[in-house]
């Protein structure tokens, strides 16, 4: 498929994981990316906001947030090597589904994972 030149630009700027048990993904993320979350309860609905200065994401837990091992990946960038990252996922209560490995030489390194609830996502880095 071409490339059209555009204004019009495709880029993620929010993401939600879903949860089931919002206080063990919360320690899960807290652990794996060595970060503290922002929580909001808003009744009935709960966001742990990971750190971020222009794009972001959090976990999320509600009625209709519901974990899938199947869908969407989401990759988060985990610089300069996701090794240390990924180090941490077994022992924090998720599973390595596949070791890091190189995408290219142009696009780095990828690892995939699920999480503390059921979510398969994914770790880049380009080292």
């Known amino acids: 498929m071409q490339e059209k030149n555009s204004e019009n630009t495709i880029r993620a700027n929010w993401f939600e994981i879903p949860v ?9 993320y807290e652990t794996i990316f060595d970060v503290k979350m922002h929580v909001d309860d808003f009744g009935g609905f709960k966001m742990g906001v990971f750190p971020h200065a222009q794009s972001g994401g959090a976990i999320c837990w509600g009625d209709h947030y519901k ?3 199947e ?3 989401i990759y ?8 240390k990252t990924a180090d941490r996922i077994e022992a ?20 995939l994972f699920m999480d503390s609830e059921g979510n398969r996502l994914a770790l880049h880095s380009m080292q």
């Open 92 to 111: 924090a209560g998720g599973k390595i589904i596949q070791a890091k490995k190189q995408i290219s030489p142009n696009h780095g390194y990828t690892a």
């Open 20 to 28: 089931s048990d919002f206080d063990r993904a919360k320690t899960f």
């Open 76 to 83: 988060i960038s985990v610089e300069p090597d996701l090794n």
């Open 67 to 69: 974990p899938s091992a």
């Open 71 to 73: 869908g969407v990946v």
